[in-house]
C-alpha cells in the first residue's frame, strides 16, 4: 500500500488532498486547516502586487522554508494571454514552475473558458511549466488538454465556491477512464461525500479551498476531507460490490470464526 | 473530541461501525476485516442448530472470551412470534441480551414488515431484551419503534446485499431530526460515498456486512469503510457550507499565512 | 389504444388524473383548472360541519348533478377510528362510498401512521366501502393494504404539498412490480417532469393537489398536468430504448424515406 | 398560447420536436413515426454517396415537395475543415441552407470536440449558413457559440444514443438563463420524463432520434415524445410551486364550487 503514490511533473506526493489557502478566518486557523489536512500541495493566487512588493506581502515571507510545492493560480486571468503572463511572474519570482492555469471570463459562474485554458496550457508546456489546467469536465477537451502536455488534468465538479458537488459524475467518469495523466476534480465540491464519490470514481486528487475554508470548524473539516480522499481512495482499490435490483441476504450462509 | 461516544443501551461504543459477520470468502478473511474495520459490535444470524448443537459451531466456539458486543439478528423469521422466539433462544444461551429485529416475509427484497417489526419490538422490550430493530426508512414508523422503546433504530438505505445506497435521503434525515434515539444505516449499502453520506446526513452508525465481505479486497474494504464512518462523523461535526447557485472566488481575498 | 383503461372498485376512468380541490386562488380559477385537467375523480376532505350544515356548504350545493366521482378524503384524522367515524359521515351524506384514508399524527410532515392507515383499511373494506389509502411508498406496507381489500393503493412521492418529486424511485417500481391493484402516486408531487417519471415507472395514475392549485397559473398547470400524464403512459406502453454506458450513432445507417 | 412559437433563423415554428431519420426498423415506420411526431425539422446526415449518386437515393427522391425544413447534419466528420467540406455539399445538392453541425473524433462517445465545432461554426456563419451545432453542456462554450453566429445551440444530454438523459441539468439551466438564441436538447435523451425535465429548465426544443427510433413501439413513442415536449413546455410556461422540505396540506382551507 506504500506503492499508491501520485506522481505529478516527476515529483512523488503522497498526499492527495490539494488545498487552496483563501477565505479562511485568520491566519492562524488556516495554519491548523493546511496541518491537519495534510496537503503536500498549496495553491493561491498570483497578483502583481504580492510580487512587486514582497516585504508587504504574507505569502513571499513565509513560504520560502517549507516543504509544500506551490501550485500559483491564474485566477483573475480572462485570456491566455493574461494567464501566461501571470504564470511568467509566478515563476519569476521564484515561487514555483507549477501553474494552474484558470481562465474565466464570468463574474458569474467563474467557469473556465475552453479556448483560452486550451491555448495557455499549451503555451506553458512550451515554455516548461509544470500545468495543471481547470477546465469544465467535458471529456473531450480534458483529453485535448493531456495531449497538449498538462501534468494533470482538473476537471471542475460545479462551479467554484458552490458547495453543490459533482455535477456530472458520468464525465468524470469517462476522463478517468480515458486518461493517461492524473485526474484531479477541482472545485464545486461541498461534502466529504462529494469527495468520496470522485476518489471512488478513480480520480487521483482533489483540489479544495472553500468546503474547508468557510466550514463551522475549518481545522476539523480538512481533517474529514483528509479522511475522507483516504477512505475514498481505499474503496476505490478496494474494488466495491456489483449493484442488484433485488435483495441477497447477508446472513444466510455465514461462519463466524473470530479467533 | 474524545466525547463524541454513541451510547447504546447503556453502553458506550466508540466505533460507530456495526459489522455484519456472514459471506465472507473465507474464516481467515472474516477475521483480518473484522480487525480492519475496529467494530466493537458484530451481528449474525441466531438458528435453531446453532444453539442445540454448541460443539459443531463456530460461533459458540469462538465468541466467548473476545471484547465484542454481540448483535444476534433474527433474520429467516417472518413473523413477530418467531422473531421473538429466535431472541429468547439466543438470550437463553448466555450469548447477549441485544437483539437485531429483522423480520421479513417476501424472499425477493427482504424488507422488513413494518407491523411485525413493530409488534415484535414491543414484545422483546416488555420482556428486557435491548432492541435494534431493523426497519424500512419511513419516519412515522422509526418514531413508532423509539416509542416502542427501541434502544436504537436501523432504517434501510436499500434492500439487503443490493448495494444501492441510500434511495431516500430525504427521508434518512428527517428520521434523524426527530429521533431520540441513535439511528444506525442498516442494510443497502454498496460504496464509501454511501457511508459518508448517511454520516452527514446525522446518522450515528452504520450497519454492514455485504459491501465487505463481497468487495474484492474485504479487509482492504473494512478499513475504507472505518474511514469513511469517522470522514462523515467528523464533516458532520465540522458543518459543511451551504450551496449557492452561483459561483464565488476562493482566491481573491486570500492571505497566505503559513508560520 | 381505448382499451387502456384504470378499473377502480369497477367504475372504468378514461383519466389517470385524480385531482384536489383544494388551495385554489378562486372558485372560478378552481373550476376552470378541474375542466382543463380532464379529471373524473375528484378528492377534498370532509369535516362534520360540512355535512351538518349542507346549506352553508359549497361542496354539498354544487356537486351534485355533476359526472365526477367523488373520493372523500379522512384528512384531519390520526388514528384509524377517526378515519372510520369520517368515512362514515361521507357515506351516509350520500357523497360517494369511495373513500381515501388518510391519517396523520405528525404535523410536520402529514406523512401516513402505518399502522393505524392498515387498520383503517381493513375496517372500512369490512364495511363495504370502496378503499384507497393513501400511504408511504413502503412496498411491504402497499401490499398488505392491498391485501386488506384496497381498490387502489396510493404511495406518496414525497410528503404532501412539498412539490419535492419522488422520493424513492425504486420503491414505486417495486410497489408496482408486485401490485395487483392499481397504484396511484399521491402527494409530494411538484412538476410534469415528476408526473412522467411516475407514470414511466408503471403506476396506474397521479393524485395531485397544490402543484396545479398553487401554480403561478393553475389552469395552464392543470392542462400540462394532463398531457404530463397522457405523456408519461403512453411513453411506458411504447417501451424506451435500454441505458447505454458508450454512444451509439444514430446517423449511420439512415435511410429516409419520407413518402 | 399560439404565440408560443419558436423562430430559428427567421422561420417560425409551432412544432418544438427535431426528429431524426435514422435507425427506425423500415421506412413505413420511419414515415408513421414521423407523422405521429408532428416535427417540422427533420435531420440527418449527409454523405458524398447520397448527394453524387441521387437516383439511387432515398431522401432526394422523397424529400423535395413535403413541408420540412430540412437540418444536414455533419455526423462523421471530425474536424471543422470536414464539417465544412460536408454542409457545403448538402446545399449545394439544393437541400437546405441550414446546418447542424457534428464534429467528433471519438468513437465510443461521440462527444462534440469543442474547439472544431466552435471554428466550423464561425466559418459556416460566414459563409451565410443557419447554424444549430451540436455541443457539450459547457455554458462559455455554449455562449461564445451564440456569439459566432450559431441560430440555436444544441447542448447534448448524454452522449449520442445512451438514453442516459440529462446528465447535468445545473449546466442546462446555466445555458438557458444566459441564452439569447433558443437552446436544442440534442442527444442522449432516453424517456419522455427526460424530455419533460429538459423543457420544464427552459430549453426551446428537443432533438432525438434513438429514443423513437428504437423504441418498442416507435410509432407511440414518438407521439408521446411530442405530448412530453408539449407537457414540458405548458408546464414551464404555468410557473411550478417551489419546494419545500416541510408538508403544507392541501385540504385545509378549501372551497369546493365545481359550478
Not at 204 to 231: F, H, Y
Request: net charge negative; aromatic share 6%; glycine share 8%.
Amino acid at each position: 500500500m506504500n506503492k499508491d503514490q501520485l506522481v505529478i511533473g516527476g515529483k512523488a506526493l503522497t498526499s492527495r488532498f490539494f488545498l487552496g489557502t483563501g477565505r479562511y478566518p485568520n491566519p492562524l486557523v488556516q495554519n491548523q486547516a493546511i496541518e491537519a489536512s495534510g496537503a503536500e500541495v498549496l495553491t493561491f493566487a498570483i497578483r502583481r502586487v504580492n510580487l512587486d512588493d514582497p516585504e508587504d506581502d504574507s505569502i513571499l515571507q513565509h513560504l520560502q522554508d517549507r516543504p509544500f510545492t506551490f501550485l500559483p493560480n491564474t485566477s483573475g486571468a480572462s485570456t491566455a494571454e493574461e494567464a501566461v503572463r501571470i504564470a511568467r511572474m509566478a515563476r519569476a519570482s521564484g515561487l514555483s514552475d507549477w501553474v494552474k492555469v484558470e481562465i474565466s471570463a464570468n463574474a458569474m459562474t467563474l467557469l473556465p473558458d475552453p479556448i483560452e485554458t486550451l491555448k495557455a496550457t499549451e503555451q506553458l508546456v512550451k515554455e516548461g511549466f509544470t500545468v495543471l489546467p481547470y477546465t469544465s469536465d467535458d471529456p473531450i477537451l480534458c483529453k485535448r488538454l493531456e495531449e497538449a502536455g498538462a501534468a494533470a488534468v482538473m476537471p471542475g465538479g460545479a462551479p467554484i465556491g458552490t458547495g453543490l458537488g459533482i455535477l456530472n459524475p458520468y464525465n468524470i467518469g469517462l476522463i478517468v477512464e480515458s486518461a493517461h495523466v492524473p485526474i484531479i476534480v477541482d472545485a464545486g465540491l461541498g461534502s466529504a461525500q462529494d469527495v468520496v464519490q470522485a476518489m471512488e470514481l478513480g480520480v487521483d486528487g482533489i483540489l479544495m479551498n472553500t468546503p474547508v475554508a468557510r466550514a463551522k470548524d475549518p481545522v476539523r473539516m480538512a481533517r474529514a476531507m483528509s479522511l475522507a480522499i483516504e477512505a475514498g481512495r481505499e474503496a476505490f482499490l478496494a474494488g466495491r460490490i456489483a449493484k442488484r435490483r433485488y435483495a441477497s441476504a447477508s446472513s444466510e450462509f455465514e461462519h463466524l470464526a473470530v479467533k
